[in-house]
């Protein structure tokens, strides 16, 4: 009966071990307490306590290692719901357009800038906005007006973009003379610069802006409309065939040629020298003949090109507005030339043309 009683409280007490190993781990007071209640077969406690404990807390950090990842799994679930910003042209569909080059621009016009022969025409009459190409016509203004060049500037706060919250390493009190900023403007597409063209205007920039829209009218560009100088508002907007005619102006002005296509430029603001690039890259390419160009990109108005330039010696003025992707203005630029270097028909006749206008620029006309 003794051994009997006595196997009972064996397996209780081996019972109660089991319990405090498995407690221990929730909680350790307890687990004290019932340790001094059991120091019988203390030592075997302690070798199964050691052997439960490890794998117990395994499995606690595994458990916290699934709730870290699965608190980093949920960011890019809630980025995945934001919806990317269209431009005018994806809300008007005018992406759905084909055209037989598979052209990434929703809008296109290749016009010979002697004969105003179209040669490709996509949506051309379609009204967009224009971002910094609108700094062609800035250009066109200031070195039409005639100011001294060499007068300086100081960029001040009402140049910061309040429109876009776009960057400029042009800071608050840099001052460089009108040249200088409008080489900035036509070359890097520099978006105080070219607001501070404006500003300093004879009039301020209310007349600047007067002067931009009253160039646009008599020069027959009817799509168009300018509210500001440097193209961060989508307001202003123009057409192709519009943009066609001013690159033809602008192209006509010596000073424009060669600040648009100037490959980099340094400037000296204050104990600094910045180095500021082109925007468009062909201006590099030594297979490239262009004479004038102008890049632009705002969200609304997607990725924008205009150039003047010289293929198969036939005199082209291309205009891309709205393309998809960082690199596909001068990806369309590129099919462009391709298909006309590969047009034995259009570039014999135009060579011979060339030859016979004695490659004087022509009145572009409508």
């Known amino acids: 009966m003794h ?5 009972a409280v064996n397996r209780f007490l081996q019972l109660l071990g089991f319990v405090v190993v498995s407690t221990a781990l929730v909680a350790p007071v307890a687990h004290a307490v019932d340790r001094s209640k059991a120091p019988i077969k203390k030592q075997q406690a302690s070798t199964a306590n050691a052997k439960r404990v490890a794998p117990a807390r395994k499995v606690a950090a595994n458990t916290r290692t699934v709730r870290i990842t699965a608190k980093t799994a949920k960011v890019p679930t809630r980025v995945a719901f934001v919806p990317a910003k269209q431009s005018f042209g994806q809300i008007a569909g005018l992406h759905e357009v084909s055209d037989p080059l598979d052209l990434k621009s929703s809008v296109a016009l290749v016009i010979d800038q002697d004969t105003h022969e ?8 379609a009204v967009l906005p224009i971002a910094s190409l609108t700094k062609l016509m800035t250009g066109v203004i200031i070195s039409q007006a005639k100011l001294p060049m060499d007068e300086p500037i100081t960029i001040t706060q009402d140049d910061v973009d309040t429109e876009k919250g776009s960057r400029s390493r042009l800071m608050v009190g840099s001052t460089l003379t009108r040249g200088e900023m409008l080489h900035l403007a036509l070359m890097s ?3 105080r610069a070219a607001h501070a063209l404006g500003r300093t205007y004879p009039g301020g920039l209310e007349a600047f802006v007067v ?21 961060l508002s989508s307001r202003n907007q123009s057409s192709a065939r519009d943009l066609a005619t001013l690159v033809n102006v602008a192209h006509g002005d010596p000073l424009l040629r060669e600040l648009s296509t100037s490959p980099g430029y340094e400037v000296a603001v204050g104990p ?7 925007t468009n890259g062909l201006v590099k390419n030594p297979t ?3 004479g004038l160009q102008k890049t632009g990109y705002i969200s609304e108005a997607g990725r924008c090109l205009v150039m003047q330039t010289q293929i198969a010696g036939r005199k082209l003025i291309m205009v891309f507005l709205d393309s998809a992707g960082k690199f596909s203005r001068l990806g369309d ?8 270097e ?7 006749p135009l060579q011979a043309r060339a030859v016979a206008n004695g490659a004087q620029p022509s009145t572009f006309a409508r």
């Open 3 to 7: 051994h009997r009683h006595r196997a």
């Open 118 to 125: 179209v040669l490709l025409s996509k949506n051309d009459q």
């Open 189 to 191: 597409s520099e978006n």
């Open 211 to 231: 002067q931009m829209n009253a160039k646009a009218r008599l020069l027959g560009m009817t799509d168009t409309r300018y509210v500001e100088p440097t193209g």
């Open 272 to 278: 600094k020298t910045l180095q500021y690039n082109n």
């Open 288 to 290: 490239w003949d262009i």
């Open 333 to 340: 630029a590129e099919r462009v030339r391709h298909w006309v």
């Open 342 to 348: 590969s047009m034995p028909a259009l570039a014999a």
